[in-house]
């Protein structure tokens, strides 16, 4: 079993939509890292969380330490927001990915 | 301020042949970490370097294997080339005050390595 497993692993929604993406872990943390990916391959980092929620305009994301378990949440969904969405966690000194999430936003 | 920067972009090699891979990291964070992205995976952990001194090391075999410069700046080095090393390498730092990764990683373009 993956200590990193994500869900769906692709996603297809139309524009306008609420999108979920959900990220369970095995072993404790001591963070937590939500990343975007896009084609080509850059990534950037969207939210860094050890506890509770955090929100960055459309972006939310919460995590559940005693579940183990972290979500991503996009509102108003818009087709820019379509890439891949990693989910990694820190266990000491390196992050361990998900497989990720590929969303696609129709207009 | 200038991010992750990392060279070359783009990369072709033959089996059996050596890598050198470089990443600077954005000014004042002392921390590097390489990663492997195999194409349609998520990306693997190689190595994180803090404060010069190797710190975690990933599944990875000795042909793997990398420094850190007193300047922060960083290379990883793979030898003896394999077919299955053709991947996107992928630098990160960040301003951790340790090596437990608890801040944000800065990620920089990667490297695409291609090994015919």
Same mark, same amino acid.
């Given at each position: 079993?993956?200590? !990193? +497993?994500?869900?769906?692993?692709?996603? #297809?929604?139309?524009?306008? +939509? %609420?999108? #979920?993406?959900?990220c369970s872990y095995s072993v404790g943390i001591s963070a937590l890292h939500w990343l975007q990916q896009h084609p080509g391959g850059g990534i950037v980092s969207l939210f860094m969380l050890s506890s509770g929620k955090k929100k960055h305009g459309r972006l939310i994301a919460t995590i559940n330490i005693q579940e183990k378990h972290s979500s991503l949440h996009i509102t108003a969904s818009h087709p820019r927001d379509s890439a891949v969405y990693i989910c990694a966690v820190a266990l000491g000194e390196k992050l361990t990915f998900g497989t990720g999430t590929r969303l696609t936003i129709i207009p | 301020d200038a991010g992750v920067t990392q060279s070359p972009t783009h990369l072709i090699k033959t089996r059996g042949q050596q890598v050198t891979l470089r990443c600077s990291p954005i000014s004042g964070h002392?921390? !590097?970490?390489?990663?492997?992205? !195999?194409?349609?995976?998520?990306?693997? %952990?190689?190595?994180?370097?803090?404060?010069?001194? +190797?710190?975690?090391?990933?599944?990875?075999?000795?042909?793997?294997?990398?420094?850190? %410069?007193? @300047?922060?700046?960083?290379?990883?080095?793979?030898?003896?080339?394999?077919?299955?090393?053709?991947?996107?390498?992928?630098?990160?730092?960040?301003? @951790?005050?340790? %090596?437990?990764?608890?801040?944000?990683?800065?990620?920089?373009?990667?490297?695409?390595? #291609?090994? #015919?």
């Open positions: 079993k993956n200590e !990193v +497993e994500q869900s769906p692993q692709n996603l #297809t929604a139309q524009e306008g +939509e %609420f999108i #979920t993406i959900n | 002392k921390s !590097v970490s390489w990663y492997q992205q !195999v194409l349609g995976q998520g990306p693997q %952990f190689i190595f994180q370097y803090y404060e010069k001194e +190797e710190r975690g090391r990933g599944n990875f075999p000795d042909r793997f294997s990398a420094r850190q %410069f007193p @300047n922060y700046s960083s290379e990883l080095n793979v030898n003896a080339l394999l077919l299955g090393d053709s991947a996107l390498y992928l630098c990160a730092s960040s301003l @951790n005050q340790g %090596f437990l990764l608890t801040y944000e990683q800065y990620f920089g373009p990667g490297t695409r390595l #291609t090994v #015919t």
